[in-house]
């Protein structure tokens, strides 16, 4: 699929994570959410390819894939943060003939696009404005983000999917600073 050279790692995590993916969801859903997200990362590498860059490396973790690639201009690595959302919604015109994939295809680019790091939606957010002001525009967020699941825990009592979902982003979050890294797309 990726015609140049590069390594492509395998972090051990998800390899349990995968098994525990296995037993929770039906194999045809995992396959359509692989296949969305095999999708997603193929939009990111050809927009790379097409902006002269050059990727050297993917390494595939629980928290999604990490592409090293080489320097690009700000415009041109914003343009290639947003192809991996953006392309993974060309499938969802195909929701007739195969709507587990358009589902999972619109469920990832809709997640992909919040507006938190390391995601592409906080990445792309952070070139426009800058990092001190996203700093405080992803703060704010995830602030109402939590408020918005902890109403709809306790008020709405639609379960705590909606919490558990927020505490991920949070996790994700802590491990990253307020700065993106030019060498990767996620």
């Known amino acids: 699929m990726f015609p140049d050279i590069m390594r492509i790692s395998v972090k051990p995590n998800t390899y349990i994570y995968l098994v ?3 037993f929770l969801f039906p194999l045809n859903w995992l396959l359509a959410w692989l296949l969305a997200m095999l ?3 193929l939009c990111h590498w050809t927009a790379v390819k097409l902006c002269g860059g050059e990727v050297y490396g993917l390494e595939i973790g629980v928290g999604g894939a990490d592409m090293q ?4 201009m700000k415009w041109l690595e914003f343009i290639c943060i947003l192809s991996g959302p953006l392309g993974g919604l060309l499938p969802v015109l195909l ?3 195969f709507p587990r994939l358009a589902f999972c295809c619109l469920l990832l680019s809709t997640y992909n696009l919040l507006p938190v790091l390391p ?3 906080g990445r792309a957010l952070e070139i426009l404005v800058g990092s001190p002001i996203f700093c405080c525009m992803q703060r704010i967020f995830l602030i ?8 709809s825990v306790f008020v709405l009592e639609l379960g705590i999917l909606p919490v558990v979902i927020v505490l991920v982003l949070l996790i994700k979050n802590r491990k990253s600073p307020c700065k993106c890294s ?5």
């Not at 690639?69 to 690009?72: D, E, Q, T, V």
């Not at 030019?182 to 996620?186: D, E, G, I, L």
């Open 20 to 22: 525990f993916l296995i």
């Open 119 to 121: 995601l592409d939606g």
């Open 182 to 186: 030019p060498k990767t797309v996620q």
């Open 39 to 41: 999708f997603h990362e």
């Open 69 to 72: 690639c080489a320097n690009l």
């Open 144 to 151: 109402i983000a939590l408020l918005l699941c902890l109403y």
């Open 95 to 97: 929701a007739q003939w």
